[in-house]
């Protein structure tokens, strides 16, 4: 009979998703995932989790909560430690297999192998624990994980060209840009495509004349050249991602802002949030940041994100300094006096 798998909507689906269910999939097994996060998922994780839990991790909560009722055989749950070398990710999604077992009793098993890259960049105790806990032979696992490699180099491939594909975001997008500001949504993934926890920020952009642009339009290899500005290594690779693609898009043209989507309760954004502040104001790049927590308000989000908009468009006409082609722009008579004579 085929095997079911399950894997949960939160934390790193969004960067992994397609590399995971290819992978399982080239094993012959079903492949489950969550539906978007909405309120009942999250109040199920919240009442499950110790308070002081940031909101992406009370979200993963519920959607395991999801799955732990399900007739599945296993519940995808894998020990992110590092994906690169001299990195880690956050010590609370090395440490979520142990959080969720610990909180959440499943009917399936969970399946937790430990990806360790930090030391050398290998998959291969990973597959190992695969490969063990499923009774799998490692040449089949092996196999399977190459050709799911390839489908996520074409998902990220997608992605920086602004194609957001079905499978993964439930339905497919494409990013447009006619409209006539520049706006760099800067987060974690979580936290930039889980409508529900940032009220669907993307789309009230969208509508407001806005061009998005996010981590994922920015190769990788840029996002690390931009990221060694500081004087020591960042311990924390998405922390290097975040400052990298800050710092990369000052460089480009157009009227431009930063919305920086940091999470109550992360240490990580605390420190790096903190840094990319610091440089904007620097860089004279206008930036508006918002934290999210369950408590958020969907109105507040709202008044600041149009408040931070007219002001981009308005701090762009006081700077336009030349004269527009339709005469907007030419200002008082008095304003030419000694140009012209008076
Ligand atoms: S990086 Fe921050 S927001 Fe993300 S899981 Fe870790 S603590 Fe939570």
Redesign the pocket.
């Known amino acids: 009979m085929t095997k079911r798998i399950g894997i949960p909507r939160g934390?790193l689906f969004y960067n992994f998703f397609l590399l995971w269910s290819s992978f399982f999939e080239s094993l012959g097994m079903e492949v489950i995932s969550t539906a978007e996060t909405n309120k009942g998922i999250l109040d199920k994780g919240a009442s499950k989790v110790v308070d002081e839990?940031?909101?992406?991790?009370k979200v993963?909560y519920g959607h395991v909560a999801e799955l732990a009722e399900r007739e599945l055989d296993y519940i995808f749950v894998p020990r992110m430690v590092s994906i690169e070398k001299g990195a880690y990710?956050?010590?609370?999604?090395i440490g979520?297999p142990d959080m969720v077992k610990a909180n959440i009793t499943a009917k399936p098993a969970y399946l937790a192998p430990n990806l360790n890259m930090r030391e050398k960049e290998s998959h291969d105790q990973f597959l190992k624990e695969i490969a063990a806990n499923m009774g799998k032979p490692l040449i089949q696992v092996q196999k399977a994980w190459r050709s799911a490699m390839k489908v996520q180099q074409k998902y990220e491939l997608d992605l920086l060209q602004g194609i957001y594909p079905e499978k993964v975001f439930l339905k497919r997008e494409t990013l447009e840009h006619n409209g006539d500001l520049n706006i760099l949504l800067l987060g974690?993934e979580?936290?930039l495509y889980d409508d529900y926890i940032n009220m669907g920020i993307r789309k009230k952009l969208k509508q407001m004349g806005c061009n998005l642009m996010t981590v994922n339009q920015v190769p990788k290899y840029v996002q690390q050249l931009e990221s060694r500005v500081l004087s020591r290594r960042m311990f924390?690779t998405?922390g290097k991602s975040l400052l990298g693609t800050a710092r990369y898009f000052r460089e480009l043209p157009g009227s431009k802002g930063v919305i920086l989507l940091?999470?109550f309760?992360?240490?990580?954004?605390s420190i790096v949030g903190n840094m990319i502040i610091r440089y904007l104001g620097k860089m004279k790049i206008p930036y508006l940041n918002i934290t999210l927590d369950e408590h958020t308000g969907e109105a507040g989000i709202n008044t600041r994100i149009e408040a931070f908009i007219d002001l981009l468009r308005w701090r762009r006409e006081l700077d336009e300094d030349n004269i527009s082609t339709y005469g907007k722009y030419l200002g008082s008579p008095q304003r030419y006096a000694g140009i012209y004579g008076s």
């Not at 309760?265 to 954004?269: E, N, Q, S, T, V």
């Open positions: 934390l839990a940031c909101l992406p991790v993963f990710i956050c010590p609370k999604i979520i974690h979580y936290n924390w998405y940091t999470s309760g992360c240490g990580i954004d």
